[in-house]
């Protein structure tokens, strides 16, 4: 997943692209508008995540350039718009979601809820047709293709199955039985010795850094870099 952080004040965006980084998602940085432009026109990001108060304007101007019905013409539309602001208002708030963006968050937050929210936005474009976008990992239910790292991974359905719900519950525990119920059909004569198989083809297919954790006796977490044990 690839986001882009606009954010002028030097202290937090080094924080922000810390915390995004080790959540092992692709940032980019631009701490002026003109700067934020620069790299839009030549990226679609998944995520923008739009600082207001900017020194060469607004972070809603931005926005509204982006989301306009007929496009800029110049600079590639993001997928998701997330506006930090240090300004609570409600008319603030108000005018952020009527520019166009999906989500805010009022400054000061917590790195932990950034990277929610930036999950659960890009939740969001796989309801809406979207792919699935976790870290590095790209699952594409429509085209039935998924990446890591832009690199296409050779999967069985089944396979690809599991990680398209892995990639849609991430960060969450997802049981064997969860799996069975969700990516084997009633037909299968399968248990879960077959969910073991089929992780640990997965797991080699995905390869390093893991981002299959096991979770002793409950079961399986996505998204986390961890061992495979
Ligand atoms: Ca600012």
Redesign the pocket.
């Known amino acids: 997943m690839r986001v882009l952080l606009v ?3 030097a202290d937090l965006a080094e924080v922000v692209l810390l915390g995004l980084r080790q959540e092992h998602l692709a940032v980019d940085h631009a701490a002026t508008l003109a700067d934020a432009e620069q790299l839009l026109i030549a990226t679609t990001y998944d995520v923008v995540c739009l ?4 020194p060469d304007g607004e972070g809603l101007d931005l926005c509204r350039r982006l989301r306009s019905a007929k496009g800029d013409g110049v600079l590639a539309r993001p997928r998701r718009i997330l506006m930090l602001t240090a300004r609570d208002a409600v008319t603030d708030r108000v005018a952020g979601l009527d520019a166009g963006a999906d989500d805010y968050l009022v400054k000061p937050f917590r790195m932990a809820e950034l990277n929610a929210r930036i999950r659960a936005l890009a939740r969001r474009s796989d309801e809406t047709g979207g792919p699935l976008i976790v870290g590095d990992v790209v699952v594409d239910g429509a085209a039935h293709v998924a990446t890591r790292g832009g690199v296409s991974l050779d999967l069985t359905g089944r396979e690809f199955a599991v990680l398209r719900y892995f990639a849609m519950h991430a960060g969450e525990v997802v049981s064997s039985e969860d799996l069975l119920e969700h990516c084997w059909d009633s037909n299968a004569n399968e248990f879960t010795s077959s969910v073991r198989v089929i992780l640990s083809r997965l797991r080699k297919k995905l390869g390093e850094p893991a981002v299959i954790e096991t979770i002793k006796g409950v079961g399986y977490r996505f998204g986390h870099a961890a061992d495979t044990s």
């Not at 600082?51 to 900017?54: E, F, I, N, R």
């Open positions: 954010e002028d004040d600082d207001l108060g900017l």
